[in-house]
């Protein structure tokens, strides 16, 4: 099998791993965080054990990118080890590891959080979450945010696990929506300090300065943790800009790659990342990487724990060896999650219908299933006074939808659903 993803390849595997949050002991964190973010010290070290007995070598991203683009012969697979979001884990029992081995890696750091006592958002909802659940509490939706229900719902009847139901919802909900709910259920929950999760602390820039004394890389991944396909360009521009302007700044490194919060990335999101000097920018699309392919849509494989744990409950290699290898994809056991994603612009007023910037070869019989929405057809000369819509017209098609939870659907086929 991994002959099989070597041919289809190109010639060598460009393996690419993601990690969150290394932690000391995995069975404790894992009752207050995101399980799939966490991934125990010990089990990270026998990944990179396994990765050096498998044949691969453990390389950095721009190994990676010269070895895509034909500027350097692989003489093995490439294994990258990558971390998203600067969480002080990975300074303290993630960094050591690697120092020791001798294994290159690049940590993403969203800017704003780097230096504070900010939780991210996905970690603060977790933790509402399960105050919600813990409390018996049930909410109210007419004096909470709208999208709220859409949330809450799918959790307090059964139908997904909080982390399904979170990861689901901040895909399709701009930073904003999160924010406001999260104030509603704090207050609607008492306040108070119990209400912020201890855990999911962020790395200070002494820690990254440290880190980066010793060789290891840094790129950008916005200021805010802001997934962007959801946000107007000027705030994708702002987000990528000044998230690379501050590492740059802080850290004295140039910055080159990115990473896409929640993998999600638009052609865009793109075009900003070459206009601004990045020479990369990763998803978490669970596929292979071809040599040739495009280095603003490097596949990452996302790892936790659990995908190491055999039958027994302890670690297998044989399984850890098979992720690696890409046997159930092969197998067709598993399905990856696309990242590229059509761009929706906010609406800067409320009620104004949501503008959704369709590439031009999608067919308008196929966009028009999914009613009431109006297609308008720019790929002619002409006049667009919106700014959100005028960068992003030019042989396109713009969907209008009356709702947010319908544009979506109006981008994609029916049977592309």
Request: hydrophobic letters at 40%.
């Amino acid at each position: 099998m991994a002959a099989y993803r070597r041919s289809q390849s190109g010639g060598r595997r460009i393996l690419i791993v993601s990690y969150h949050r290394v932690v000391s002991d995995f069975t404790g964190e894992l009752q207050r965080s995101i399980p799939g973010l966490l991934i125990s010290q010990e089990t990270f070290r026998r990944h990179l054990e396994q990765a050096h007995a498998a044949g691969f070598e453990l390389a950095s991203i721009g190994d990676a990118v010269d070895v895509m683009e034909g500027r350097r012969a692989a003489k093995k697979d490439l294994f990258v080890v990558t971390f998203d979001d600067g969480y002080r884990d990975v300074y303290r029992y993630a960094y050591p590891v690697l120092k020791q081995m001798g294994v290159p890696a690049i940590t993403y750091l969203p800017t704003a959080f780097i230096n504070t006592d900010k939780r991210f958002n996905h970690d603060r909802l977790f933790h509402l979450l399960r105050c919600v659940q813990e409390r018996r509490f049930r909410p109210d939706y007419s004096t909470m945010p709208g999208p709220s229900v859409q949330l809450l719902g799918p959790i307090l009847s059964g139908q997904k696990t909080t982390s399904a139901a979170l990861d689901d919802f901040i895909g399709e909900h701009p930073t904003r929506v999160l924010t406001g709910i999260i104030d509603a259920l704090e207050q609607r929950l008492g306040g108070g300090s119990d209400l912020l999760p201890e855990q999911g602390d962020v790395m200070n820039w002494d820690e990254v300065r440290q880190m980066a004394r010793d060789g290891f890389e840094f790129g950008a991944h916005t200021l805010g943790h802001t997934v962007l396909t959801l946000e107007p360009t000027a705030v994708v521009e702002k987000e990528i800009v000044e998230s690379k302007q501050t590492i740059e700044r802080e850290v004295g490194v140039q910055v080159k790659d990115f990473a896409y919060c929640n993998g999600w990335y638009s052609d865009e999101m793109i075009r900003v990342l070459k206009q601004n000097g990045f020479r990369s920018g990763v998803t978490t699309e669970d596929l292979p990487n071809r040599v040739g392919g495009d280095p603003f849509a490097l596949k990452r494989k996302v790892m936790w724990e659990n995908f190491s744990l055999g039958m027994m409950g302890d670690y297998s290699s044989s399984l850890t060896v098979c992720q690696f290898d890409d046997c159930f994809g092969v197998l067709g056991m598993s399905h990856p999650v696309l990242g590229h994603r059509p761009h929706i612009l906010s609406p800067a007023v409320s009620g104004a219908p949501n503008i959704l910037v369709q590439e031009a070869a999608a067919a308008e019989v196929a966009l028009a299933k999914a009613t009431p929405v109006e297609v308008v057809d720019v790929t002619a000369p002409v006049i667009v006074t919106d700014p959100r819509v005028a960068a992003a017209v030019t042989g396109a098609q713009v969907v209008v939808a009356p709702n947010v939870a319908l544009a979506p659907e109006a981008a994609q086929p029916e049977e592309l659903q």
